[in-house]
């Protein structure tokens, strides 16, 4: 008996699957260890099967045989060999094996796959820790998809093309996504009319296109300042702020050819029912002249 016959440990242990919660080796990776045909050793299960319960050998379910085809079997030689499922062998069905195989390759080959089992085991169990953090990791990754979907599922929803809407109370995330669509559209220049703003508008307006120029009207009395304006236009120039009290309602126009007429100033989207509407675009030169 020499250990010529015999694979090096690390690919033993690079065999050893995780599969229904155990340390399993599939039947064609046995085989080559053993030095006989997946056949053959397969037909001396059979021959003896009452040694082998399911703890001890299992053949793997439809789902399972299609998971471990797409993570191990690469080659379309391999994958054209596999007609049907093949057999998991646990680290009791491996002892086994060396009894029923009895040749002393088979012996040898047993000694060397139990010690990989048993490296695994304590790899597994010295890691615990990171595993348990990695799974945690996967757990909150799919959260995180769900919330994503969800966020383009809203966007979706309020897309820029309808004509008219109403946000009732509490819609405040989609009140603020609908108008951002709104503010993300401009091309060229936005002028929003409207008496109470305050810096949460200013940061709606971070969201504009590079280089598209903003006015806004509102109230002398209004809570910004220039040095507000100073500091915006820092990061995202250009704003302008002009002082009218001259309107009552809110009005957002889009590069001069699209015009809101909207039920709430912008700071307070969604805290009560509000509505929204495209008024004739013909007005907008009106509305800016008796500003």
């Known amino acids: 008996m020499t250990n010529e016959i015999l694979p090096q440990r690390v690919d033993i242990e690079n065999k050893i699957l995780i599969i229904r919660?155990?340390?399993?080796?599939?039947?064609?990776?046995?085989a080559r260890f053993y030095g006989v045909g997946t056949k053959v050793l397969n037909q001396a299960v059979k021959r003896n099967i009452e040694r082998?319960?399911?703890?001890?050998?299992?053949?793997?379910?439809?789902?399972?045989?299609?998971?471990?085809k797409s993570q191990f079997v690469t080659s379309n030689s391999d994958k054209m060999g596999l007609r049907r499922p093949p057999y998991a062998f646990t680290e009791q069905g491996v002892a086994m094996l060396s009894a029923v195989l009895k040749s002393d390759t088979a012996i040898a080959a047993s000694i060397q796959?139990?010690?990989?089992?048993?490296?695994?085991?304590?790899?597994?169990?010295?890691?615990?820790?990171?595993?348990?953090?990695?799974?945690?990791?996967?757990?909150h990754q799919v959260e995180s998809d769900k919330r994503i979907d969800e966020l383009f599922d809203r966007?979706?929803?309020y897309k820029i093309e309808d004509k008219q809407g109403i946000f009732f109370q509490g819609q405040i995330f989609d009140a603020y996504a609908k108008f951002e669509s709104f503010i993300q559209s401009a091309e060229k220049e936005i002028v929003l009319i409207d008496n109470y703003?305050?810096?949460?508008?200013?940061?709606?307006?971070?969201?504009?296109?590079?280089?598209?120029?903003?006015?806004?009207?509102?109230?002398?009395?209004?809570?910004?300042?220039?040095q507000d304006v100073q500091k915006f236009n820092e990061q995202y120039p250009q704003l302008t702020l002009k002082h009218s009290s001259k309107a009552h309602d809110r009005f957002l126009i889009i590069d001069n050819n699209t015009l809101y007429h909207i039920g709430a100033s912008l700071k307070d989207l969604g805290k009560k029912c509000f509505a929204f509407?495209?008024?004739?675009?013909?007005?907008?030169?009106?509305?800016?002249?008796?500003?």
Not at 21 to 30: A, C, E, K, T, Y
Not at 52 to 68: G, H, I
Not at 113 to 139: C, G, T, W, Y
Request: a neutral charge; glycine letters at 0%; aromatic letters at 12%.
């Open 21 to 30: 919660g155990q340390q399993v080796i599939i039947d064609r990776d046995l």
């Open 52 to 68: 082998f319960p399911e703890e001890f050998c299992f053949q793997l379910n439809k789902e399972e045989f299609e998971n471990w």
């Open 113 to 139: 796959i139990m010690h990989a089992f048993v490296f695994m085991r304590r790899f597994l169990q010295n890691n615990s820790k990171i595993f348990v953090e990695i799974d945690s990791i996967k757990r």
């Open 155 to 157: 966007m979706d929803r």
């Open 197 to 226: 703003i305050d810096l949460s508008v200013l940061e709606r307006f971070s969201k504009k296109q590079k280089d598209v120029k903003v006015t806004i009207y509102t109230d002398p009395k209004t809570k910004l300042n220039e």
């Open 277 to 291: 509407e495209v008024l004739d675009s013909a007005w907008i030169k009106e509305i800016l002249k008796n500003l």
